[in-house]
């Protein structure tokens, strides 16, 4: 009996080993991908991630606002003040109404990147739980979340504030994503509440990627825009969600 233990404690040891020895040789990018293949929640950025413009760039467009937001927001990808000052200072420009919020919702369309509603479904076929945590507005990603099926308790975004009349009031700045490093924040709480082993944040911009850790690893996205800061800190970096896609279901030969 006491061999046998040896024998079984030695195998165990011998296997533990080569374990350690395969993934110490991975390369970075082969290291994240094991993490979003056995990933138990994926969180999705979604604007010029999983949709494919910027939301308050179109709403700032359709407000007859578009160059003044557009002059703001490259300054503020300068780095020359932070998100929540950013977000502030291009929503006093736009000032969008409830009417004005509903009539753009009404009229222009979401365009969901190629492939998203696969990898989505793909991701959640497979148990994984999928997050949709933005510095965007709710009222315009609920409908996108209807789109891919992902419950709206799902989403972390922030909430626009109106008076009894309609007219703009602000946005909500208790929301985490409405300030500099709060996707991060999200992610902290999200594995304080549910307890996710390997969670996985994919976007296309700076707020994502600083978002790793307390994300376990950071898939950066270039299929709409790439930001070369983003592409750098990335250790995998992806086109096409369809490349996730074959992570998750790899063709057999």
């Not at 390369?27 to 494919?52: G, N, P």
């Not at 503020?76 to 998100?83: I, K, L, Q, R, V």
């Not at 991060?184 to 976007?203: A, D, F, N, S, T």
């Amino acid at each position: 009996m006491a061999l046998l233990s040896l024998k079984s404690n030695l195998q165990y040891a011998t296997l533990k080993t080569l374990s350690l020895v395969s993934i110490s040789v991975m390369s970075s990018e082969q290291s994240v991908q094991e993490l979003f293949r056995t990933a138990d929640c994926v969180c999705f950025d979604v604007d010029s991630t999983v949709i494919q413009d910027e939301g308050i760039d179109e709403l700032a467009k359709f407000c007859g606002k578009g160059e003044e937001v557009k002059r703001l927001t490259a300054e503020a990808m300068g780095g020359s003040m932070t998100f929540q000052e950013a977000l502030k200072k291009r929503l006093d420009i736009i000032r969008p109404s409830v009417s004005q919020i509903k009539e753009f919702m009404d009229t222009v369309p979401n365009y969901v990147t190629y492939n998203v509603p696969q990898l989505v479904k793909a991701l959640q076929d497979r148990g994984v739980a999928v997050y949709l945590v933005s510095g965007g507005f709710r009222c315009l990603i609920e409908p996108v979340a209807d789109i891919l099926n992902i419950p709206k308790s799902n989403i972390y975004a922030n909430r626009l504030k109106f008076f009894f009349n309609g007219e703009y009031a602000g946005f909500d700045e208790n929301e985490p994503t409405s300030r500099s490093g709060g996707k991060g924040l999200v992610i902290k709480r999200l594995k304080e509440q549910h307890g996710y082993q390997r969670l996985i944040m994919i976007g296309d911009g700076a707020t994502d990627a600083e978002a790793c850790p307390p994300a376990d690893g950071f898939i950066g996205f270039g299929g709409n825009v790439v930001r070369e800061e983003v592409k750098k800190r990335a250790s995998w970096y992806v086109t096409e969600f369809q490349e996730l896609i074959n992570v998750l279901t790899p063709q057999t030969k």
